[in-house]
C-alpha cells in the first residue's frame, strides 16, 4: 500500500495491471532472496523482511482472491483475453487458489500444484471453502482491494499485513474504503529502506 | 491518522471537532507523559515515544495551521463563535502561531508566550512567514489536512511523520488526498501498542 493508501495507480489496464505507478508498490518482494529463489531468479536481499514473507509464505495453505486478479478481466469468461489466468505455466501459488466470480466455470489445474476453483457465493463462500482445505493451515487473501474490503466488512479476517510503500502515488484504487469503523491491535512492525511491515490482529 | 487515512471522523462540529471516532486518534498524545506536564498533568508513560515527541516539539520554533483549526469556523469573523480561538487562555504552543484564512485581521497574543498571527496570501506565504522567525529552527506544520495537503502539492514539506494509530475510522477526512505522486525516504520508524511513529524525508 502506498502512503496515501492505494494499493493500485490511477488506470489499470491490461499492459499495466496495477495501474500508472502501482507496480513500484511491489518492488520491495521482487528484491527478496526467497522471492526470487521461488521465482527461479538469483541473487536478492536477506535479512529480517525476507524471513517474515517466508514465515507468511510457509504457514498460507489455500489462497482467496477476485477475479480481476486472477485474469485481468471482468464480465463472462467468453469474453476475457486471459480466461486461462495470466499466471503463466506456473502460477506462483502452488496450492489451492479460490478465485471469486459471478460467472461459473470448471476448475483449473497446473502441474506445479496450483489449483483454481471458481466460486460463485462470494466472498464468505471463497473464504469457506478455502478454510476447508487449508485445515489448520492459514488461508491467505491475495487482493484485490474489493475482495478485501468485504472480507473486513464481515468481520473474517483475523490478520491484516500491510506492507506500506513510501511513495504517494495520488490516485487510484485504495485499500482500505468503505470498511466500517473499528479497533486493531499491532501484533508487530519490521521495516526496511523499500517498505515497512505491519502485522495486525482483527480478533 | 487512522490505518485508513483519516485524520477525522464524519460529522465534525463544534462540539467533536474532529468528527465521530476522531478524538481516539488522539489518545496516545494525552497519554505520554512530557505532553501531560505540558498541559499541568501528571503522569503518564515515558520512553522512546515520549522522547520522540520532546525532540520534535523542543525543534519547532513557529507553526502554521489552518483557520478551522484555530476556531473551528470558517467564513467572516464577525460570525464566528470562536474568533478568539478555541484554545483557551494558555495556547499549548507558547511560540508564534500563523493562521491561513481568508479574512484579514488583527494578531492575538497570550502571555505564555503564544501569538497568533492571520496570513490571507495562502499556506506558501504563511510558511515563509513562520520561517523569518524560526530562523534556524523548525517550522511546524500542524493541519488541517486541507493546509498539509497544499503544503505537500507546493513542496513547501522537507520531513512529514505520520502518527499511526490501529484503528479504522470507515469515513471522515483523509490526511493525504489530491496530493501529487511523488516517492518519500523512510526515517525513522517507532512503534508501541497505542500508535505507530512513521517518519520520512521528501528532499
Chains 1, 2 share one sequence.
Request: proline residues 7%.
Amino acid at each position: 500500500m502506498s502512503l496515501d493508501g492505494y494499493v493500485a495507480g490511477p488506470s489499470p489496464s491490461l499492459d499495466e495491471p496495477l495501474g500508472r505507478g502501482g507496480q513500484g508498490l511491489h518492488e520491495w518482494l521482487r528484491s527478496l532472496a526467497g522471492w526470487r529463489a521461488q521465482h527461479g531468479l538469483e541473487g536478492g536481499t536477506t535479512g529480517p523482511e525476507d524471513e517474515l514473507r517466508e514465515e507468511a509464505s510457509s504457514a498460507v495453505r489455500a489462497v482467496v482472491m477476485g477475479r480481476r486478479m486472477f485474469s485481468g478481466g471482468s464480465g463472462p469468461w467468453e469474453g476475457d483475453p486471459n480466461a486461462g489466468g495470466w499466471w503463466g505455466d506456473e502460477p506462483p501459488f502452488r496450492l489451492p487458489v479460490f478465485v471469486v466470480t459471478h460467472h461459473p466455470r470448471e476448475p483449473v489445474s497446473f502441474a506445479n500444484g496450483t489449483t483454481f476453483t471458481f466460486v460463485t457465493g462470494g466472498v464468505g463462500a471463497a473464504l469457506a471453502d478455502a478454510a476447508a482445505v487449508a485445515g489448520e493451515g492459514v488461508v491467505g487473501l491475495a487482493g484485490g482491494a474489493e475482495v478485501i474490503q468485504q472480507a473486513l466488512s464481515e468481520g473474517a479476517v483475523d490478520r491484516l499485513r500491510i506492507h506500506l510503500v513510501p511513495v504517494l502515488l495520488g490516485q487510484g484504487t485504495r485499500l482500505l474504503d468503505g470498511v466500517p469503523p473499528r479497533g486493531l491491535q499491532l501484533d508487530g512492525v519490521v521495516a526496511s529502506d523499500a517498505v515497512t511491515h505491519l502485522t495486525y490482529r482483527l480478533t
